[in-house]
């Protein structure tokens, strides 16, 4: 070898080596976009089993979704996963459990962001202006980080209009204006469908039949009449479903009395209080449950269980 290949050999290797160890310095003090980082699949499974209660579904298919996204080194188009169930059955609760096995700061990151339909679009006045806004906002964190994660809440009372502004971010192409969108990942919440999921829910009681029997084929059909059709959810005037920019439809199941009853000790456990039976279960009394006769499924799901506690 010649000496100076050889210099410019270590020169290159230390400048590298260099440039590592200064990076992963700064990523100790400062957040770090690491859209390469592979997913903890393991860890993802472990907090959705012990901190979702009975959505089986829901966590098959995310953890399916996102381990195969991950693993995909070449995405043809961003991950797009509408979330759909009654009130309080854990939509926000799964999306921050995912923000945070992505990007370790969770909904506090600075390439997680949270738009609320009702606070953020709330006027159909300006729907161009939001639409503006939200093509730079989406761009500009893309092209910082191309692993951001947009979760959109409240889609049913989201202006269709709105969220064609993003469609072609959905889509399937290369690059728009030099930003590839193809490692983002859009998660969508509504309550679209959630009558329907109930509906399914209660047949199988009814019919005696396990909740945990219910797989994803007995709602696909439930969904597509009642959230293709819906005319009054965001999505779906908008095309991105006759498009089939969704990747997966994900049900959440109306939650039961014992489901409240975990996310009360849950809640106590989260507290750092020792379990108190007793609390856990008039707190989970003093939920109301339908239908009137039943009385099986809690109507807020889990949602005011924390606010509760606070009287014991
Ligand atoms: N399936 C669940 N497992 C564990 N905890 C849950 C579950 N569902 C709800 N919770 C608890 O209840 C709280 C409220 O639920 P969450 O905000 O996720 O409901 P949501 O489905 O997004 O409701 P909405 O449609 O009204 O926005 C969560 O922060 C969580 O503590």
Known sequence: FEPITVGI?????????????YKDLYCR??????????????????????????????????LKALTGFKNNKNPKKPLTLSLHGWAGTGKNFVSQIVAEN?????????????????LHFPH???????????QKWIRG?????????????????????????????????????????RKAIFIFLSNAGGDLITKTALDFWRAGRKREDIQLKDL???????????????????????????????????LEYRHVKMCVRAEMRARGSAIYEDVVT???EEMTFFPKDEKIYSDKGCKTVQSRLDFY
């Not at 300006?126 to 806004?133: A, G, V």
């Not at 991105?240 to 994900?250: A, E, K, T």
Request: aromatic residues 12%.
């Open 9 to 21: 050999a270590i020169g290159a290797a230390s400048a590298l080596t260099g440039y590592l160890s």
């Open 102 to 118: 992505l990007h370790p700061k969770g909904l506090k990151s600075n390439f997680v962001h949270l738009f609320v339909s009702t």
């Open 220 to 254: 696909e059909a439930v969904l597509s009449v009642g959230v293709f059709n819906n005319k009054h959810s965001g999505l779906w005037h908008s095309g991105l479903i006759d498009r089939n920019l969704i990747d997966y439809f994900i049900p959440f199941l109306p």
């Open 141 to 181: 964190n893309v092209s910082a980080c191309a692993g951001s994660v947009f979760i959109f809440d409240e889609m049913d009372k989201l202006h269709p209009g709105v969220i064609d502004a993003i469609k072609p971010f959905l889509d399937y192409y290369e690059q728009i204006d030099g930003v590839s969108y």
């Open 124 to 134: 159909e006045q300006h729907i161009k202006l939001y639409q503006d806004q939200l």
């Open 282 to 284: 008039r707190v989970a």
């Open 29 to 62: 003090f400062a957040e770090c976009c690491r859209s390469e980082r592979p997913l903890n699949a393991s860890a993802l499974k472990q907090d959705l089993e012990e901190k979702l209660f009975g959505q089986h579904l829901a966590t098959e298919v995310i």
